[in-house]
């Protein structure tokens, strides 16, 4: 299993662009999440999903929208790209059987907006 | 959720064993001790979790003590790339939790 799998590793935007963070995870898990991680700090949940089609907000959904239409991927959208949004992106997925605490994580993608 | 104290930091020599310990003398009944590191620039990476009895997988073991206001992470033979930050969470596992907090953990060093 590959498992959680992120793209792309490393972007830098300008501010007002769009791009979209490509997260596929290959475990069958129902339960995918967003998080970002500013320098130094812990995590904050950006966006959820309890399985395919069903999505729903986190602490910080502002300037973020996602989509669920597979099991496999859940890709997080940044429309107008703000400074504020430089930070690292995590997602994470679990299996609906496992607690809350057992989730597993991509390798995160590194996003800059200057 | 219970509060958990560890230090913040730790050395180990690549080839030893690392014992990561965390103090957590407020838990109650139902909560869970769960075990994640972050190696830097990476994505935390869920270790281990047990209630009341010693657990073993393929990356660690999870010594809890019998009144389980402590318990131990175990790295039987640290090796260089287990140099990371170490966290220990203490919580009932419930539904309706909505974000994972890991506190400051223990940043383990592994020196060849």
């Known amino acids: 299993n590959a498992g959680v799998t992120q793209t792309p590793k490393f972007r830098i935007l300008k501010i007002g662009q769009s791009m979209t963070l490509q997260c596929t995870q290959d475990m069958n898990h129902n339960y995918m999440y967003w998080y970002r991680q500013d320098p130094g700090m812990g995590l904050k949940l950006i966006y959820y999903s309890v399985g395919a089609g069903i999505t729903d907000k986190g602490e910080v959904p502002n300037g973020y929208n996602v989509s669920r239409s597979t099991t496999e991927d859940f890709p997080l959208r940044l429309e107008l790209a703000a400074p504020s949004q430089t930070s690292v992106y995590f997602c994470a997925s679990r299996n609906r059987d496992r607690s809350f605490y057992e989730q597993y994580f991509g390798p995160g993608t590194r996003l800059t907006v200057t | 959720d219970a509060k958990t104290t560890q230090p913040p930091s730790m050395d180990c020599a690549e080839g030893r064993a690392a014992n990561l310990p965390c103090n957590h003398s407020?838990?109650?009944?139902?909560?869970?001790v769960y075990w994640y590191r972050q190696i830097h620039s990476q994505g935390p990476q869920y270790i281990i979790h047990g209630l009341k009895n010693n657990e073993t997988n393929e990356m660690a073991s999870l010594i809890i003590t019998e009144d389980r206001k402590s318990s131990t992470l175990i790295l039987p033979h640290a090796t260089l790339r287990d140099t990371a930050v170490y966290y220990c969470i203490v919580t009932p596992s419930r539904a309706g939790a909505n974000n994972l907090f890991f506190g400051t953990g223990t940043r383990l060093t592994v020196i060849p």
């Open positions: 407020t838990i109650s009944g139902n909560e869970y």
